[in-house]
């Protein structure tokens, strides 16, 4: 479609366009330009009514407290003519951002849908926590549990069975818009799907408590209900945690503890002979982080030497996702399993062979480790940031030294005080 702008020409290209929606000449058209294009024959400008960016511009010419930035449209997720998600907040408590987008009996959202013949728009409240945007985004299905991995930035939703249906919506628009709205890969399980999976691990870790220590099944059971899931977090727990469970006493607690160590103590003897006959190297065995089982691991892959070690990348150790035969995602695993090492671990164990094997200088595993725990780091809020400031100052400083404080950090003293309720006093103190 060409739109005449007057002393110029834009462009609405087909997928820049909402399907079904014709125009005819001399109609008035709304676009969103995203790009202008400079070509020898002049500028080209790209217009779009299919971009979520359109949408944002739409309704902050309807809801003025949208434009007067009181209430942000903090993500937007389209499916261009049939349905849209839009996640808003307001800066203003006094204000339900939902209900001053949607109008009086809907008069500020139905004029942008008119203009977008007809999509269908969820208004969503946002949330800086995601599991409970996460929650608000997969309306209208009611969620019962989320999951989330965020090494992944995905999240494994629970709903009831009758309301997978509608979590997934036609055609699965409804988990993809809100997979879009909240920027984590959506992971949809039914309660029996979960209880299921939940009845099999259950029965694994019985399986293997009974094992291990040498218990009954109603004993095992009892370990494993309590949330143990390893026969080392059984050997290695404080007793005190050991004496809570009922029926437990220092005697059963040492008991089974002495046990576990036992079993430990037998499958590291036996893998650290298999990862022998797997050709291991001893060197590899002295990697901060390596043990016996990890090795016979590595040994199965063909990584044998530290030079093997050195040449990995995080993703053999973690493993990884990749399109599938239908184009959807599919885990592929690595030397672990996956969960059991986070990658930025898998880097920091490479990066240590590397060192190890002569392939890079001590220094430059040092700056990683520095740039590792700068970036965890927790980050201050400015009231925080404020107080470690004035902290500094010592116990009585001055008025001027307080303000000279507060500007360096370009604290907002008024608007603290703004927060302050009816106690004028506290923002001040």
Known sequence: VIVDLGRAEGIIRRNDGIPRENFQTNDRVRAYLY???????????????????????????????VYEGVIEIKA???????????????????????????????????????ELSGEKIDIIPWNYDDATFIVNALQP???????????????????????????????????????????????????????????????????????????????????????????????????????????????????????????LERLAAENDAKRRELGVEDAVMELEGMSPSFAVRLGEEGVQTLDDVAGLVPDDITGWREPGP???????????????????????????????????????????????????????????RALLALGELGSNPSPDAVDEALEELEFDLDALAAEGGDDEAAPQE
């Open 76 to 114: 937007c997720s389209r499916d261009a003519g049939s349905r849209a998600k839009i996640g808003v907040i307001s800066n203003d408590s006094s204000i339900d951002p939902v209900g001053a987008c949607v109008g009086m009996r809907g008069a500020r959202v139905q004029a942008v849908v008119g």
């Open 326 to 384: 239908d184009g959807k995602p599919v885990w592929v695993e690595g030397v672990l399993k996956k969960g059991e090492m986070r990658k930025d671990d898998a880097q920091m164990f490479i990066m240590r062979a590397r060192v190890a094997a002569g392939w890079i200088e001590p220094d430059a595993l040092e700056q990683m480790l520095a740039e590792q725990a700068k970036e965890e780091e927790p980050e201050l809020t400015e009231e925080e």
């Open 35 to 65: 790009k202008v294009s400079r070509e020898t024959k002049g500028p080209q400008i790209f217009l779009s009514r299919s971009a979520p960016e359109f949408m944002v511009k739409l309704f902050a010419q309807e809801v003025p407290e």
């Open 141 to 263: 299905a009611e969620v019962s549990k989320v999951v989330l991995d965020e090494e992944e930035r995905r999240v494994e939703v629970v709903v009831a069975d009758d309301q997978f249906p509608l979590a997934i919506g036609r055609r699965g628009q409804n988990v993809r818009l809100a997979s879009q709205l909240t920027g984590w890969q959506i992971d949809l399980v039914t309660e029996t799907a979960d209880s299921e999976r939940y009845q099999r691990e259950f029965q694994e870790r019985t399986d293997l408590f009974m094992k291990a220590l040498d218990a009954d099944e109603t004993l095992a059971q009892l370990l494993a209900s309590e949330g143990f899931e390893t026969v080392e977090e059984i050997a290695y727990v404080a007793p005190e945690d050991f004496i809570t469970i009922e029926g437990f006493d220092e005697d059963v607690a040492e008991e089974l503890q002495e046990r576990a160590r036992e079993f």
